[in-house]
């Protein structure tokens, strides 16, 4: 199946820095997600994007869904210890509105207070 | 409170034994979805429906087996022919749109099943 390249794989990042994630794949996608998972728990949806070039906020984090639509990035400004977990990108395949979301593998977000 | 429930949260199965995994929604979804996840992996599609009393495979179906006689609950039955199911275990619902856009998928808590 359609498959999402999420990068960096794993972060170590002291608090208060800035963290920048991305997934990119070589087919369309018409909407783009980004989930955080906390340990043990399920995923939780953090910014929804659904138009290319869109730039979402909400409260530190940033995402964009790129012009090509065929990547999307995140951004979490000055990290706090409640920032760790697997933050994972998904996004909608091109063609379909009724096939499931695709998923990347995820980057695993540790912060060393 | 609207939301998507699992149940246990943890379950050992025996050798050769068959278990089932409970999933509800009163979100009023039609769609309902299985993931497994493995330590260090991301989510695999086991099962999806899109509607009461259809379902369609996901990428990793064998060993596993779904019913969908309610709107509001997709089991999942993890069989003795699953032979590493040691793993979390995650459902999850969404709408159905004639938009292209609107898909998010809602997770539950999860459920890991560890073999005894």
């Known amino acids: 199946g359609q498959q999402l390249n999420q990068s960096p794989q794993s972060m170590f990042i002291q608090e208060g820095e800035d963290v920048s994630m991305n997934c990119t794949s070589s087919s369309i996608f018409n909407t783009w997600l980004w989930y955080k998972q906390d340990p043990g728990e399920g995923p939780v949806l953090l910014i929804a994007?659904?138009?290319?070039?869109e730039l979402t906020s909400n409260g530190r984090l940033t995402a964009q869904f790129g012009i090509t639509r065929k990547d999307s990035f995140l951004n979490i400004s000055a990290s706090i210890p409640s920032d760790v977990g697997i933050y994972f990108c998904a996004g909608q395949p091109g063609n379909s509105g009724n096939t499931p979301l695709v998923f990347g593998k995820g980057t695993r977000l540790s912060v060393i207070a | 409170d609207g939301g998507i429930t699992q149940s246990p949260k943890y379950l050992f199965r025996k050798e050769g034994q068959n278990v089932t995994l409970s999933c509800e929604q009163n979100?009023?979804?039609?769609?309902m979805y299985w993931y497994r996840q493995d330590p260090g992996q991301g989510l695999r599609l086991i099962y999806y429906?899109?509607?009461?009393?259809?379902?369609q495979k996901g990428d990793i179906a064998e060993g596993y087996s779904v019913s969908r006689e309610k709107k509001e609950s997709f089991p999942l039955t993890v069989t003795s022919a699953q032979k590493n199911p040691t793993a979390f275990y995650l459902c999850?619902?969404?709408?159905?749109?004639?938009?292209?856009?609107?898909?998010?998928?809602?997770f539950g808590a999860g459920t890991r099943l560890s073999v005894l």
């Open positions: 994007l659904y138009k290319a070039g």
């Open positions: 979100l009023n979804h039609d769609a």
């Open positions: 999850a619902s969404s709408r159905i749109s004639s938009r292209l856009d609107t898909d998010i998928q809602y």
């Open positions: 429906s899109q509607i009461v009393n259809d379902f």
